[in-house]
């Protein structure tokens, strides 16, 4: 492959010379620091389940994503600071070298957390270099990839968020991430309503020239034929969620796919993941610490399974991710509770203010939880891998995972759009993740 060669098939004016790229490299850099300041050094280094990463780790990782796929190729006379961070922060790359095991990444107290920031510095400050004169030939691919890059990183401060969280959770002390979290506002119930679309043939994915950011498994745009259908006007909340159990939803196997109900057996699930009853009220453990749970919040923390079998208990069904795609290319609104909201948590809907019309009008399509589908993450019609190592960044992925669309109270916020697809395995619950129901249409 040669450098030159484009990542995506997209006009030049998407990465615009006028752009200050270095500006946005150090904004994001910022915001991975901020995330991590709360943390104590014990924190940088426990690795609570295998899909959990060290904080530590998080931080070296996204830093040999831009000194690998940038400064190596492009800064001439480039030095790493140590040649074993090539293999103990390549996360997935086979194609580029031999990966340190995901489950043992908690094995490594060295390098220690200073040495860790004292990598990402030595980096930063050769980005700089890069970013302020980068070679004539190779402008368009380091705009490119800085741009990957950055959503790259993006997509680590919510795992950051994520991980941590599941770290702390498991600690008997219970500890709080920080105080400094805004607090979610007390809100009046939102009944659940419902918006009719028409079918027809739709337009999934990324257009050419679309004017934005967008990852390989966005594209190509492609048609398909949806049936009409109609969507919950809002995500499935905790006290919607906690009537399934107390109907004995995770008793009942007819509810379940066979793989979910042999989890719910096997691992004891009877709540969504950090719930907790204590006389007779309902905890969750939050990055505030453990707080009373909020009836009218989004119900988060729940797998593929789960959300199945509660829309199967409903008389309902998932939304395909086309369906999803197709309602929210079409909100009116795509502001959210993201990260920079404050929360690190779902908050309920907002309902004041809308008239008679409320029960009509899609709210949190975006931000607060990612929102399980009922489609398979796989590739759409057309669908070519990067060239070179960067093909691995998402199709290898492309087999036992669900999509999830929307974004949740971790994302930042330029981070997501319409056609995003997130995915998970279906057995997920650390993720901030949630659904909505959707169904046949009931209406011409």
């Known amino acids: 492959?040669?450098?030159?060669?484009?990542?995506?098939?997209?006009?030049?004016?998407?990465?615009?010379?006028?752009?200050?790229?270095l500006d946005a490299f150090r904004d994001v850099r910022a915001v991975t620091e901020q995330l991590c300041s709360p943390l104590e050094t014990e924190d940088y280094v426990i690795q609570s389940m295998d899909d959990v990463s060290p904080p530590k780790w998080h931080l070296g990782h996204v830093t040999w994503f831009f000194e690998t796929f940038l400064l190596k190729p492009f800064l001439r006379g480039y030095v790493p600071l140590n040649e074993a961070y090539d293999h103990l922060f390549n996360s997935y790359y086979e194609t580029h070298g031999s990966p340190f095991p995901r489950p043992r990444r908690g094995v490594l107290s060295r390098p220690t957390v200073a040495e860790v920031y004292r990598y990402r510095h030595y980096v930063d400050e050769a980005m700089g270099l890069l970013l302020n004169n980068p070679p004539s030939e190779?402008?368009?691919a380091i705009a490119e990839r800085t741009c990957l890059g950055i959503h790259h990183e993006q997509q680590h401060q919510e795992l950051l968020a994520m991980d941590i969280k599941h770290i702390l959770a498991q600690n008997p002390l219970r500890p709080v991430y920080t105080e400094r979290l805004q607090v979610p506002p007390k809100r009046h119930p939102v009944p659940m309503g419902w918006r009719s679309y028409e079918g027809g043939v739709v337009s999934v994915g990324v257009k050419p020239g679309n004017g934005g950011f967008a990852f390989d498994n966005e594209r190509p745009a492609h048609r398909q034929y949806l049936e009409p259908f109609d969507l919950a006007t809002r995500p499935v909340n905790n006290q919607e969620y906690l009537r399934f159990m107390e109907q004995g939803g995770y008793q009942d196997p007819a509810l379940w796919l066979s793989d979910g109900w042999h989890l719910v057996r096997e691992k004891g699930w009877t709540a969504p993941l950090y719930w907790m009853k204590e006389n007779d009220r309902w905890y969750h453990f939050t990055l505030r610490g453990w707080r009373r749970l909020d009836p009218n919040a989004p119900v988060c923390h729940v797998s593929f399974y789960e959300a199945d079998a509660f829309a199967r208990w409903a008389g309902e069904r998932l939304p395909t991710e086309g369906e999803w795609e197709r309602a929210a290319t079409h909100a009116r609104n795509w502001n959210g509770n993201f990260l920079e909201s404050g929360y690190l948590h779902p908050v309920a809907a907002e309902g004041e203010g809308l008239g008679p019309l409320r029960r009509q009008i899609p709210l949190q399509m975006f931000g607060d939880v990612w929102e399980w589908t009922g489609s398979a993450y796989r590739p759409y019609p057309g669908f070519r891998t990067l060239s070179g190592s960067l093909g691995e960044y998402n199709g290898k992925f492309m087999s036992g995972q669900m999509v999830l669309r929307g974004g949740c109270c971790a994302t930042p916020a330029s981070h997501i759009r319409p056609t995003y697809r997130n995915f998970f395995p279906p057995s997920a619950r650390w993720a901030f993740s949630g659904f909505r129901l959707a169904r046949e249409a009931t209406t011409p």
């Open 1 to 21: 492959m040669s450098y030159a060669e484009p990542l995506y098939p997209v006009s030049a004016g998407e990465y615009s010379e006028s752009e200050d790229w």
């Open 138 to 140: 190779y402008r368009h």
